[in-house]
């Protein structure tokens, strides 16, 4: 540790947001982050303790607490105080395939669970981790480096999210000849079309892409695995297949009035704006526009509140989320001690956005949708929603009841449903013959990453179901290490 005393010496310092009525008026990254010498003293915060559980990745109270990537914080937190950027990087890169992209999208479980936060604020261990993978490309040290040997051995991974990058970029390091195939026009999957442009910016992503293809990586887009070309020809062509398609099939609300014209799922909203933006900056029109218009969105997660911010920018005139469950408390409950997750209320920047813009938090609690208003030619007008409350049933358990009499209805002439998914669509488990599980997911042999169908391995969400970044480039990772092992007997790849 090259500063012991730095947590008492230093205050947690982070990028500064650009305020909320001037960033709406864009769709660009709205951050500002720290001068150099600002930042490196933001690693000296770090304590290096005994016990790090920053980089733990551990299950506690049901959630993880740490990084599931188990990065070595804590030693290139003390490399960015002492100014060694490159080693820095190298010792970030053992662990986490993309922190360009971590470094902007990930909630930081490693800060939640850092030591300095029992007591204070902790260490700004993600915007340290920013300015180590931005530094590495300004300065060369992130550029392509393709692997010297070459096995003769073929992988086809099927989906180009953070977990098929991962998986494609590990086994093409140990020298493999992987192929990616995307079924939509550009790859990057989630983290193309999934994450909002001023969360991620699509150059980042592409700027990542440019670099594995350098270091030889094929990406094939705009084939659909399952329907474009068959499993049993990709089997015929490549030694083994990865399935990385994600947990895309979006859970629906049936309610009456569901076939109303301007009901939508999320992620199709989301991925036409992006797609539109990218395209032709919005100009083509061909995305669902918000402007002028009052908006519902079905949900409460991150997916839902990046449905509040793109609304906003597109100039809506109004915007309601409504979630099912309570309110989660302001402050850390007693039953939720440090170093679990902390399960406490976050106001996330669609909703600082909201509150800046229509004078409200757009959040309504403990509510669900009992019908869809519709006008005679069959267009929403509105959205009748119902109060729930929580009530032990004979059983012990806790269920959501609908409060009688507690109906209203909220104007609407467009829905977004962003009520999470329901696990992977079935046509592309159905052409390889991969049995699912009782949630929608592959299902893999227990404790591993093959399917029950031989050479055929499964990962990410599509494994896993709905999670994080992180988690994703985790699982990644851990397949590739499983289908190196089984092509070559044993495995040159770590999983950190």
């Excluded at 981790?129 to 530094?135: K, N, V």
């Excluded at 992006?274 to 908006?295: P, R």
């Excluded at 106001?347 to 800046?356: R, S, W």
Aim: hydrophobic share 35%; with cysteine.
């Amino acid at each position: 540790m090259g500063k012991p005393t730095g947590f008492m010496e230093y205050a947690r310092q982070t990028s500064k947001a650009e305020p909320p009525k001037a960033r709406v008026k864009h769709f660009n990254e709205f951050h500002l982050h720290l001068p150099e010498k600002e930042q490196q003293l933001q690693g000296a915060r770090c304590m290096e303790c005994g016990v790090p559980f920053c980089q733990s990745g551990m299950m506690l109270g049901g959630m993880a607490s740490g990084c599931p990537l188990h990065n070595l914080v804590p030693e290139w937190n003390d490399l960015v105080y002492m100014g060694n950027w490159e080693q820095a990087y190298n010792r970030l890169k053992k662990t986490n395939n993309f922190p360009e992209f971590t470094s902007r999208v990930c909630p930081a479980l490693c800060e939640n669970a850092c030591t300095c936060g029992l007591l204070g604020e902790p260490v700004a261990t993600k915007e340290n981790e920013y300015a180590i993978i931005e530094h590495a490309y300004e300065r060369g040290y992130a550029k392509a480096c393709p692997p010297r040997v070459r096995t003769g051995k073929t992988v086809a991974v099927i989906g180009s999210g953070p977990a098929g990058l991962a998986a494609a970029d590990q086994l093409n390091k140990r020298g493999h000849s992987v192929t990616v195939f995307e079924r939509a026009d550009r790859p990057g999957g989630l983290l193309m079309y999934g994450i909002p442009n001023m969360k991620l910016e699509k150059r980042i992503v592409e700027r990542k892409i440019r670099i594995m293809e350098e270091e030889g990586v094929t990406f094939m887009t705009g084939i659909n695995v399952g329907r474009d070309v068959k499993g049993e020809k990709l089997l015929h062509d490549f030694d083994r297949v990865v399935l990385a398609c994600g947990a895309t099939n979006p859970r629906d609300i049936k309610a009456p009035g569901r076939e109303a014209e301007g009901i939508h799922f999320a992620v199709d909203f989301l991925a036409a704006n992006t797609k539109s933006l990218l395209e032709s900056g919005l100009s083509d029109c061909n995305y669902v526009n918000a402007k002028g218009k009052d908006v519902v969105i079905i949900g409460g997660g991150d997916t839902g509140n990046d449905c509040v911010a793109t609304c906003i920018r597109h100039g809506c005139k109004s915007v309601t989320q409504i979630e099912m469950m309570p309110k989660a408390p302001d402050c850390r409950a007693e039953n939720n001690p440090w170093p679990q997750w902390p399960r406490v209320c976050k106001t996330d920047y669609g909703q600082e956005e909201a509150i800046a813009l229509l004078g409200r938090d757009p959040r309504i609690y403990e509510s669900t949708v009992k019908e869809f208003m519709k006008d005679k030619d069959g267009k929403l007008t509105g959205v009748k929603i119902v109060k729930l409350c929580q009530e032990k049933e004979e059983s012990g358990r806790m269920a959501m009841k609908e409060v009688p009499g507690s109906e209203q209805v909220l104007k609407a002439q467009l829905v977004l449903i962003a009520a999470g998914f329901l696990g992977s669509e079935n046509y592309v488990a159905e052409s390889f013959g991969a049995a699912l599980d009782a949630r929608g997911n592959i299902k893999t042999q227990p404790g591993s990453y093959r399917t029950h169908v031989e050479r055929v391995f499964a990962t990410g969400d599509m494994r896993r179901g709905q999670s994080l970044v992180v988690w994703a480039i985790r699982e990644g990772r851990e397949a590739a290490r499983a289908v190196d092992e089984s092509l070559m007997g044993y495995t040159g790849l770590g999983v950190q």
